[in-house]
Nanobody, 117 residues
Framework: QVQLVESGGGLVHAGGSLRLSCAAS???????????MGWYRQALGKQRELVAA??????TNYADSVKGRFTISRDMTKNLYLQMNSLKPEDTAVYYC?????????WGQGTQVTVSS
């Protein structure tokens, strides 16, 4: 089992920045099997969507809406980060961390990001 805990959300003005963190804990065996991690977000009344993802070889993928503004990164202990710059009101959502391998996926509980205009 793997537990994921997000932090770093909050209220920020448009144009500001936030850095989200996702701490992975639990079975070392399971954590070592993780080969894909990502950030998703869900705005009120909308479906959850991929924001950014990173694989074990370091390949990254971003939603078009955040390219050039957000940067995903991770460390050797499978903690995950999302640097968010030039935030816009449309970035307001609950942000979730996801980690897994093959058909096994774990989710965090989410952290609220609110961008005021």
């Amino acid at each position: 089992q793997v537990q994921l805990v997000e932090s770093g959300g909050g209220l920020v003005h448009a144009g500001g920045s936030l850095r989200l963190s996702c701490a992975a804990s639990g079975s070392i065996f399971s954590i070592n099997r993780i080969n894909a991690m990502g950030w998703y977000r869900q705005a009120l009344g909308k479906q959850r969507e991929l924001v950014a993802a990173v694989t074990s070889d370091g390949s990254t993928n971003y939603a078009d809406s955040v390219k050039g503004r957000f940067t995903i990164s991770r460390d050797m202990t499978k903690n995950l980060y999302l640097q968010m710059n030039s935030l816009k009101p449309e970035d307001t959502a609950v942000y979730y961390c996801k980690a897994g391998w093959l058909q096994v996926n774990y989710w965090g509980q989410g952290t609220q990001v609110t961008v005021s205009s």
